[in-house]
């Protein structure tokens, strides 16, 4: 069962009070923070590059997101991430990151300087069918973003009913450090083995509603039930003085340099603004992904097909050369076993 959001919206202008329930709740569910027109801007652009993608059905009107799902697919697989990256670098997005009502949010709840992580997620959630799933698993993103504390704001690019597949928490969740995971087939391809039954928060978002949480909070997606692409951002935000870690200083998944991502830009005003801040960033704590690729490459060892994801992860994104070549030899023995062919 999942019980409504408590709504921290009459706070909003009450730093003490939204920190304090930040610290009970792990999360902070906040009505309208955003200007509804600003976020129906930014989807237009980002509707327009899924149409060309082919990731909306044809004919049918661009703003209503209309999902085409034989065309269904997921990061990190190459075929989303060659439509993905022309929208990562879209400069309108990067600078909502920096939206005044969401750093002056976090000004207020810390009580100091903000830092904008420059690395955010922006999500592309086809809907869920008898073949095709990519509903994102409980998880904590601490495993994935290191550092000191932070925090995440995720808002949907336009309304999200449930049906639509937000995002959920489970309340309170936050207060027991990292928790022990496993594989799992969704975004980010974790899901922590406590259920956390009857702690789980939820509720529609309207565009420029905003969910924030800590990088220790366990969250997770409802799954896409609606005819829509599901389009979101999550960004995330700490207090300046704390470390921030490598990984959130740089372009997303080591896709691009900043130079690539900044070559259409019209304004300097959000490039390589952390250093001009003197941001403390410190190198990945890799322990974590190191459990996690070991999880995964008994997974692959038993020609378990929930491994190919992270095997992906691990090709495109790992430093150590060897652990990448024996990732793509389990890759490739993978899709010959499932599908006949070698590895995209
Ligand atoms: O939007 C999603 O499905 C996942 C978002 C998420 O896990 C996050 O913002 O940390």
Wanted: charged share 25%; net charge neutral; aromatic share 10%.
């Amino acid at each position: 069962m999942i019980r409504p959001f408590t709504d921290s919206t009459a706070s909003l202008g009450d730093g003490a009070t939204l920190a304090r329930n930040l610290d009970r709740d792990g999360y902070l569910f906040l009505r309208g923070v955003i200007p509804r027109e600003e976020v129906m801007a930014l989807r237009r652009p980002l509707l327009e590059r899924a149409a060309k993608a082919g990731w909306l059905k044809s004919g049918s009107p661009v703003e209503l997101a209309l999902a085409d799902s034989s065309e269904a697919c997921k990061d990190p697989e190459p075929r989303y991430l060659e439509h993905f990256r022309p929208m990562w670098t879209m400069e309108a997005l990067h600078r909502m990151k920096h939206h005044p009502k969401i750093v002056g949010l976090f000004e207020r709840i810390f009580g100091e300087a903000v830092l904008v992580h420059p690395m955010f997620v922006l999500r592309n959630i086809f809907p869920q069918t008898p073949s095709f799933d990519f509903t994102t698993g409980s998880h904590q993103d601490k495993i994935h973003i290191g550092g000191g504390t932070s925090y995440a704001c995720w808002f949907s690019l336009g309304d999200c009913p449930t049906s639509k597949g937000g995002l959920i928490v489970a309340a309170g969740s936050h207060k027991q450090g990292v928790l022990d995971f496993e594989l799992a087939p969704g975004a980010g391809g974790l899901e922590v083995s406590e259920k956390f039954e009857g702690r789980w928060v939820g509720g529609d978002f309207k565009a420029g509603d905003v969910l924030i949480f800590s990088d220790t909070t366990v969250h997770k997606a409802l799954p896409n039930k609606s005819a829509e692409l599901r389009q979101s951002f999550d960004a995330r935000y700490q207090r300046l003085s704390d470390p921030v870690a490598e990984v959130s200083v740089l372009p997303y998944a080591g896709m691009f340099t900043w130079d690539e991502v900044y070559a259409g830009w019209q304004s300097a005003e959000y490039q390589y603004y952390w250093q001009r801040q003197g941001a403390n960033v410190v190198p990945f704590d890799t322990r974590y992904y190191e459990k996690r690729d070991a999880i995964a490459f008994a997974h692959a060892a038993r020609g378990d097909l929930l491994a190919r994801d992270t095997l992906l992860r691990i090709v495109q994104r790992d430093k150590n050369a060897e652990k990448r070549e024996r990732a793509s030899k389990l890759l490739a023995e993978l899709d010959r076993r499932y599908t006949g062919k070698a590895a995209d």
